[in-house]
């Protein structure tokens, strides 16, 4: 194992390395390689042996001279264009000593183009490519100045390799556009503009999802999603023509997608390699996407990825396009966790702005009634003194006055009771049970299907926060037995003993496809199996959790402290 780190650590060290010191470790490399085969293999003219020798030792000093250029500091645009110029010149003179055409030394055209995919991407590739081609063809030209007659082999490479450079050119051309694509896209990413607050959207998002259709490059984006203890299923499709937003019913489009699809990515219409071969099997492409959603939205081509987060959970469908690669399949994660945070924080930071105007009326209130309150109070006994000694006409006045000020005394007053008691509800215990029965009443309406409550004891009071908690824990859990299992009635179980409060939520669904038997929440954690949203919301609870489940219904019991 420690091994596979140092191994590891090791590769992320060289891919980190700056591409100048790689260009300059080539370069040295194959310069010197060079000189030792011209002295192994020299020309057969003299003159060109001894003009061989000194090139290829001067092109050796001078890699050897940016090779420790490049380890001291980064060479400015500048020395990296003079350096890009000799490599070329140097290259020339050594095959024009060396066979010209068919010189060995036109591996070099190869170093030369990369080296240029590194450093300017795909437009000094585009520029060099065409520039080492223009010199081989005048090497061609300048052939019959240094050879009587060309061989049947010289002829060849004279066809092959100008051929060979476009290929290779265009695919490195490729490879820089692709890379720089990413860059972009990454770029795109980290400016994501956030959920658009303070504009009265039914759906804060809509900016998000056009920056994300933009560097997606799809025309439409869909994004379904619901929010715990809401009656409804939201969807908002963004195109040109601006966003669409709409509520559903909570059983509409079912699980939106195939059930085995439910927590993957995948590209509708599927090919082999967009899906686990796995979770995919026995469901025919055009089923992957429930029917209603693809009649409904005219979804013929799509990427989607859901999200899963403690509060929302949904769905985003990149409409339109197909997959080019397995990047875009991640691409899609991101940007449906993405979304999927803009709108978890748009409902917590409506939250605090609750909670932060619930705490000004509190202060508020508190300052009238230190305040404001004493303050009238205090008029009010010097009107009813004063006008015991004035005339008729002025002490009616001044009732009249005192009037006013004591019906805004109980306004006041009012005010400051209604907002202590709000304050008060907050921290104070409340009965659990009818706060639970309400909320499963309205559950059982929704999904259609018949929900039983037991609490013991029947007077159990807990904190507010805690009684939160159980409703979101309560409300996921029957929706999934609904949803899921097809469930027609469900038993719940609340019970205090000892400090720990004991759910227990038990269903006559089909259970939970693939899983059969009792799963802990450590196992259920370890092979990321069951329901994800509820292991979740008891491990934040500082509870666990346990599953049992089989064809004929799911028992799921959790345990938090109160």
Same mark, same amino acid.
Request: aromatic share 10%; with cysteine; glycine share 4%.
């Given at each position: 194992m420690s091994l596979w780190v140092k191994y590891h650590a090791l590769s992320e060290k060289i891919f980190a390395l700056p591409p100048e010191r790689v260009i300059a470790f080539a370069r040295l490399t194959l310069t010197l390689f060079a000189l030792y085969a011209a002295f192994l293999d020299p020309p057969d003219d003299t003159y060109d042996a001894q003009v061989t020798y000194v090139v290829a030792s001067g092109y050796l000093a001078f890699a050897a001279l940016g090779f420790c250029l490049v380890l001291a500091r980064p060479p400015t645009h500048q020395e990296q264009l003079i350096a890009h110029i000799v490599d070329i010149c140097s290259?020339?003179?050594?095959?024009?000593?060396?066979?010209?055409?068919?010189?060995?030394? @036109?591996?070099?055209?190869?170093?030369?183009?990369?080296?240029?995919?590194?450093?300017?991407?795909?437009?000094?590739?585009?520029?060099?490519?065409?520039?080492?081609?223009?010199?081989?063809?005048?090497?061609?030209?300048?052939?019959?100045?240094?050879?009587?007659?060309?061989?049947? %082999?010289?002829?060849?490479?004279?066809?092959?390799?100008?051929?060979?450079?476009?290929?290779?050119?265009?695919?490195?051309?490729?490879?820089?556009?692709?890379?720089?694509?990413?860059?972009?896209?990454?770029?795109?990413?980290?400016?994501?503009?956030?959920?658009?607050?303070?504009?009265?959207?039914?759906?804060?998002?809509?900016?998000?999802?056009?920056?994300?259709?933009?560097?997606?490059?799809?025309?439409?984006?869909?994004?379904?999603?619901?929010?715990?203890?809401?009656?409804?299923?939201?969807?908002?499709?963004? &195109?040109?023509?601006?966003?669409?937003? &709409?509520?559903?019913?909570?059983?509409?489009?079912?699980?939106?997608?195939?059930?085995?699809?439910?927590?993957?990515?995948?590209? @509708?219409?599927?090919?082999?390699?967009?899906?686990?071969? &796995?979770? %995919?099997?026995?469901?025919?492409?055009?089923?992957?996407?429930?029917?209603?959603?693809?009649?409904?939205?005219?979804?013929?081509?799509?990427?989607?990825?859901?999200?899963?987060?403690?509060?929302?959970?949904?769905?985003?469908?990149?409409?339109?396009?197909?997959?080019?690669?397995?990047?875009?399949?991640?691409?899609?994660?991101?940007?449906?966790?993405?979304?999927?945070?803009?709108?978890?924080?748009?409902?917590?930071?409506?939250?605090?702005?609750?909670?932060?105007?619930?705490?000004?009326?509190?202060?508020?209130?508190?300052?009238?009634?230190?305040?404001?309150?004493?303050?009238?109070?205090?008029?009010?006994?010097?009107?009813?003194?004063?006008?015991?000694?004035?005339?008729?006409?002025?002490?009616?006045?001044?009732?009249?006055?005192?009037?006013?000020?004591?019906?805004?005394?109980?306004?006041?007053?009012?005010?400051?009771?209604? &907002?202590?008691?709000?304050?008060?509800?907050?921290a104070e215990q409340v009965d659990l049970a009818p706060d639970v029965q309400q909320m499963l009443n309205r559950l059982g309406q929704i999904w259609g299907c018949k929900i039983h409550l037991a609490v013991a004891p029947p007077g159990l009071r807990v904190s507010a926060e805690t009684a939160r908690n159980v409703r979101h824990f309560l409300a996921e859990a029957a929706s999934n037995a609904v949803r899921h299992g097809r469930a027609s009635r469900i038993e719940v179980s609340v019970e205090a003993a000892a400090g720990r409060l004991h759910l227990t939520i038990a269903d006559n669904g089909a259970g939970f496809q693939s899983l059969h038997g009792s799963y802990s929440g450590e196992h259920l954690s370890a092979k990321n199996i069951g329901p994800f949203s509820l292991r979740t919301r008891a491990k934040d609870m500082g509870g666990t959790i346990n599953l049992q489940t089989s064809p004929s219904g799911t028992v799921i019991r959790v345990e938090v402290p109160l």
């Open positions: 290259v020339c003179l050594l095959m024009h000593f060396n066979d010209g055409p068919s010189s060995p030394y @036109f591996i070099f055209f190869t170093f030369i183009l990369l080296s240029s995919s590194l450093r300017w991407g795909w437009r000094g590739v585009l520029e060099t490519t065409f520039l080492l081609i223009l010199i081989f063809f005048a090497f061609i030209l300048l052939l019959g100045s240094r050879t009587v007659a060309i061989e049947i %082999a010289d002829l060849r490479l004279a066809i092959f390799r100008p051929v060979y450079l476009v290929v290779a050119g265009l695919m490195l051309c490729y490879v820089a556009a692709v890379k720089e694509r990413s860059r972009k896209q990454l770029a795109k990413l980290a400016s994501w503009p956030g959920p658009d607050y303070g504009r009265g959207l039914e759906a804060p998002i809509e900016s998000a999802l056009a920056h994300a259709a933009e560097f997606m490059c799809v025309p439409r984006v869909l994004i379904i999603w619901e929010v715990l203890e809401e009656p409804f299923r939201a969807s908002a499709l963004w &195109s040109s023509s601006g966003l669409k937003y &709409s509520r559903e019913p909570p059983d509409r489009f079912g699980l939106l997608v195939a059930e085995p699809l439910a927590q993957r990515s995948f590209e @509708f219409p599927w090919r082999g390699r967009a899906v686990n071969s &796995s979770a %995919a099997e026995g469901i025919a492409a055009s089923d992957a996407i429930d029917k209603d959603l693809q009649h409904t939205f005219s979804i013929q081509k799509a990427i989607t990825a859901p999200f899963f987060l403690p509060i929302c959970r949904g769905r985003v469908f990149l409409l339109d396009r197909e997959m080019n690669d397995e990047n875009d399949l991640l691409l899609a994660e991101l940007v449906a966790t993405r979304i999927g945070i803009d709108l978890e924080h748009y409902w917590l930071r409506s939250e605090l702005e609750e909670a932060a105007a619930s705490r000004e009326r509190e202060r508020l209130a508190r300052d009238l009634h230190d305040g404001v309150l004493q303050g009238l109070a205090a008029a009010n006994i010097h009107l009813s003194l004063s006008a015991d000694r004035v005339e008729q006409t002025i002490a009616e006045k001044l009732t009249q006055t005192r009037e006013l000020l004591a019906a805004e005394q109980k306004r006041i007053r009012t005010f400051v009771e209604n &907002s202590r008691a709000q304050s008060k509800a907050s």
